[in-house]
């Protein structure tokens, strides 16, 4: 375990790389040393650290791990890069925009024994957090349902995936998180109604690997912009608000009621509602400070290549399931068919 400070880089100044670069450069323990983007930094996002044209400049000043925040599609070739130089990386969601792409990048970390993570950054949002570990305490009883909705209007930075890589596989990876269960199978709908070559609306329904149902409704197409993950389980349903970071927990009530009618039906019925106050740190700050730590070498929850390999398999397996109009079947380490275009 080593407390110096650690040398880092970042490559691509868009909208998630400009808010890499401030944590970054704030980060306790750690020092920007320089930042990659062809486009230069014409609004002096890179918080002082010098910008690059290159990769391969960025290794050369020598770091300890670099944050990949380029577009998608190009994912796998910057993390072999790095991989290849003996260099950790965090690699923003998801992983690489093919099934065998993240295999490629699994290995390239894994054979060289080097510390690397996934961006999902769900996972750091307190109201997540918090929920995690109820369950994981026994709080909700069995978990019957999972249901997520992420919706909100087209982001112009997106143009080379569609939103079931993109936003669809933060809910992939918060549902398996949570529940700490994997997908055993996903049936989905997608439409493109944008005009552009990705689906932009996709609605999937599944199951885990205990049974638990998944629901999940996902879209560029709303005016509203919605992140709702809802828990329903044994005794009663936890809510998370991810915008706002609440958590909320209706509990199944334990009054017994004198009406004969409702005496009769032998489900569950309302009870009290609890908002939780819990901590809001930043999400970004979180993840930055987990994958710092185990940089160090401490133990630290972070994503693993392994998880987002897995995430976006399941993603692969939407797609699939959207062109064959057939419910596709999962299990660990299943070779998702051809990585799909649409």
């Given at each position: 375990m080593s407390t110096a400070v650690l040398r880092a880089g970042l490559i691509g100044l868009g909208s998630m790389g400009r808010n890499h670069a401030r944590v970054l450069a704030g980060l306790e323990g750690v020092e920007l040393v320089g930042v990659v983007d062809p486009m230069g930094d014409k609004n002096g996002w890179a918080q002082g650290a010098p910008v690059l044209s290159a990769?391969?400049?960025?290794?050369?000043?020598?770091?300890?791990?670099?944050?990949?925040?380029?577009?998608?599609?190009?994912?796998?070739?910057?993390?072999?890069?790095?991989?290849?130089?003996?260099?950790?990386?965090?690699?923003?969601?998801?992983?690489?925009?093919?099934?065998?792409?993240?295999?490629?990048?699994?290995?390239?970390?894994?054979?060289?024994?080097l510390v690397a993570g996934v961006g999902h950054i769900e996972r750091c949002n307190p109201a997540l957090r918090s929920l995690r570990s109820r369950l994981e305490a026994g709080?909700?009883?069995?978990?019957?349902?999972?249901?997520?909705?992420?919706?909100?209007?087209?982001?112009?930075?997106?143009?080379?995936?569609?939103?079931?890589?993109?936003?669809?596989?933060?809910?992939?990876?918060?549902?398996?998180?949570?529940?700490?269960?994997?997908?055993?199978?996903?049936?989905?709908?997608t439409v493109s109604k944008s005009g552009r070559p990705h689906e932009d609306m996709v609605s999937a329904v599944g199951q885990l690997s205990d049974g638990t149902m998944v629901n999940h409704l996902v879209n560029w197409l709303s005016p509203l912009k919605e992140r709702f993950t809802s828990v329903t389980g044994e005794r009663g349903c936890y809510i998370a608000d991810t915008l706002t970071a609440d958590l909320t927990f209706h509990s199944n009530a334990a009054v017994t009621t004198e009406w004969e009618a409702l005496r009769a039906f032998r489900g569950v019925s309302e009870g009290d509602m609890i908002r939780y106050a819990i901590p809001k740190r930043e999400p970004l700050l979180v993840e930055h400070e987990l994958f710092r730590d185990a940089v160090r070498g401490e133990a630290a929850d972070i994503c693993t290549l392994r998880q987002g390999l897995r995430t976006v398999e399941v993603a692969a397996a939407v797609l699939e399931s959207s062109v064959s109009g057939s419910t596709v079947r999962l299990s660990d380490g299943r070779q998702v068919g051809q990585e799909l275009a649409s």
């Open positions: 990769v391969d400049e960025l290794i050369a000043l020598g770091i300890d791990y670099a944050v990949v925040a380029c577009p998608t599609a190009l994912h796998e070739e910057v993390g072999l890069q790095l991989a290849d130089a003996d260099v950790c990386a965090l690699i923003e969601k998801p992983l690489a925009d093919t099934v065998e792409g993240a295999r490629r990048l699994v290995e390239a970390f894994e054979s060289r024994g709080e909700l009883g069995d978990v019957f349902q999972v249901v997520t909705r992420r919706q909100g209007p087209f982001p112009h930075r997106i143009a080379d995936v569609g939103v079931v890589k993109d936003l669809a596989t933060h809910d992939i990876d918060l549902t398996g998180w949570v529940t700490g269960r994997t997908y055993a199978s996903i049936a989905a709908h």
